[in-house]
């Protein structure tokens, strides 16, 4: 069966200081790849998706970068942090376009930017 | 912009009523799907249903579609106080890879 890994759970970071995120999939190939930001008692905002390795693709201009070195693995990075980054972040897969399938999500980064 | 919205943002009933979530969005779709995400954790899928579908069951769940409104709502039957949680609506965009999501219901199920 198909597993979706997130690390770390939680994290206080100061301002200014790097990021780096990842999520992994266990037991599928070539998932397309999702990361969601999600603020206090909001909905999900999409940050990034990647249907294939190397290929990114970025919805909101922001702070923040997404890359994919592996088919199974994407990461969540900036190279300097805002306050504004801070919230629950979630990774997410589907198997195919979602016109066809539904996502399947990670359990989550809480990230605080102190 | 947001292109999915929920009403009620918030909604308390006790245990056995049921609880019945709307969804508004903007854009036309493929299909639409339900979520369910206990506090502080990932999302969970619930159900999908196309849009050339008008309802669909699963469990206590019943979810309807009305495209010409683009609308969709959600009832949770006889609900229990495990239900508790925010439920969000997620429209498929025809030939889009991503989903929108919507601002989410927050239901409490008092036992």
């Not at chain 2, 619930?46 to 579609?65: A, C, M, P």
């Not at chain 2, 498929?92 to 919507?102: C, D, H, K, R, V």
């Amino acid at each position: 069966s198909q597993t979706i890994h997130q690390w770390p759970a939680t994290l206080v970071q100061p301002v200014g200081s790097p990021l780096s995120l990842e999520c992994t999939v266990e037991g599928t190939s070539n998932p397309n790849l999702y990361w969601y930001r999600q603020a206090a008692g909001r909905g999900l905002q999409l940050l990034f998706y990647s249907i294939g390795i190397g290929q990114i693709s970025s919805e909101v201009p922001q702070n923040l970068s997404a890359s994919r070195p592996q088919d199974r693995q994407f990461i969540l990075s900036s190279k300097k942090l805002l306050l504004s980054d801070s919230g629950f972040y979630l990774c997410a897969w589907s198997p195919d376009r979602p016109s066809y399938n539904e996502q399947f999500f990670g359990p989550g980064t809480r990230l605080t930017v102190l | 912009s947001q292109q999915g919205e929920e009403d009620p943002q918030a909604l308390s009933i006790q245990e056995g009523e049921n609880a019945t979530m709307n969804c508004s969005y903007k854009t036309s779709i493929n299909n639409l799907q339900w979520y369910r995400q206990n506090s502080g954790r990932g999302l969970v899928h619930l159900i999908l249903i196309r849009s050339n579908e008008r309802e669909k069951h699963s469990g206590r769940l019943r979810v309807t579609l009305d495209t010409s409104k683009k609308s969709s709502s959600l009832l949770i039957t006889a609900s229990r106080a495990a239900d508790t949680a925010s439920y969000f609506c997620a429209g498929a965009q025809t030939g889009a890879n991503n989903l929108f999501f919507g601002t989410g219901t927050r239901l409490t199920v008092i036992p």
